[in-house]
C-alpha cells in the first residue's frame, strides 16, 4: 500500500498566518491526491482534489499543489474556523491510503 | 443537497458480524462509487472499499476476507457487513461518495457511525 507521510503533525498557528503542510507518498501518485478538513466530532470535508483543485464552495485562502511523490496544502490567512485536523488521501492505487493528519492549534 | 445518512448497531459482540447502512438522500446512488472509510484512535482514518451500483467493488486487501458491500438501487442505499469482529474494528464507520467525474475525492460524506465491538 502507498504510504502518506504528513508533516508536519502538529502545528501551532495564529489568525492570519498562512500555514503549509505537506504530504509525502512513498510512489508517485501523478496528481491523484485530495486535501481534508476534519473537525471534532465531524466527518471530513473535501477542500482540495486533484491536487490542486478547489472543491466548490471552499474559500479561495486554500490551495494544493504537487504532483508525483511531494504535496502541499497552503492556507493564506489563517481564520478561527480553519483550526482543525487535515488529512491527505490517495486515490491513485488500490488501497486509497490517508496521511497520518495534521493538527493545527491557535497559539 | 445530497445527504448520507449511517445506520446499523452501535455495540457488537466480539467474533459476530457487523451490518450497517448508508441511506443516500437528495441524489440517485446511481452512476457513483460509494466507499466506507472507517477512523479509530489507533488506526487513524482507514479505507474500507468501494462500491458502484453495477456491482463493481474493490476492498482494502487488510479487510477484504471479512468484508461484503453491497447496493439496494430501490433503497438508495449502500450497506457494509464486515464478519469476526474483533476489538480493533472499534471505530467510527463512514459511508461517502466519490466523484469519478472530477477524477476522484470523496465530496459527500454521511456523520458517522460509532461502533464498539466489546463483550
Not at chain 1, 474556523?81 to 493545527?104: R, S
Not at chain 2, 452501535?10 to 467474533?15: N, T
Not at chain 2, 456491482?55 to 486487501?61: F, K, R
Amino acid at each position: 500500500a502507498i504510504q502518506l507521510t504528513q508533516s508536519p503533525s502538529f502545528l501551532s498557528a495564529s489568525v492570519g498566518d498562512r500555514v503549509t503542510i505537506t504530504c509525502r507518498a512513498s510512489q508517485s501518485l501523478r496528481d491523484d491526491l485530495g486535501w481534508y478538513q476534519q473537525k471534532p466530532g465531524k466527518a471530513p470535508k473535501l477542500l482540495i482534489y486533484a491536487a490542486s483543485t478547489l472543491q466548490n464552495g471552499v474559500p479561495s485562502r486554500f490551495s494544493g499543489s504537487g504532483s508525483g511523490t511531494d504535496f502541499t496544502l497552503t492556507i493564506s490567512g489563517l481564520q478561527p474556523e480553519d483550526f482543525a485536523t487535515y488529512y491527505c488521501v490517495q486515490d491513485y492505487n488500490f488501497p486509497w491510503t490517508f496521511g497520518q493528519g495534521t493538527k493545527i492549534e491557535i497559539k | 443537497q445530497v445527504q448520507l445518512q449511517e445506520s446499523g448497531p452501535g455495540l457488537v459482540k466480539p467474533s459476530e458480524t457487523l451490518s450497517l447502512t448508508c441511506s443516500v438522500s437528495g441524489d440517485s446512488i446511481s452512476g457513483f462509487y460509494w466507499s466506507w472509510v472507517r477512523q479509530s484512535a489507533g488506526n487513524g482514518l482507514e479505507w474500507i472499499g468501494r462500491i458502484h451500483p453495477s456491482g463493481s467493488t474493490n476492498y482494502n486487501p487488510s479487510l477484504a476476507s471479512r468484508v461484503t458491500m453491497s447496493v439496494d438501487t430501490s433503497k438508495n442505499q449502500i450497506s457494509l457487513r464486515l464478519l469476526s469482529l474483533t476489538a480493533a474494528d472499534t471505530a467510527i464507520y463512514y459511508c461517502a461518495r466519490w466523484m469519478q467525474s472530477v477524477g476522484g475525492g470523496f465530496d459527500f460524506w454521511g456523520q458517522g457511525t460509532l461502533v464498539t465491538v466489546s463483550s
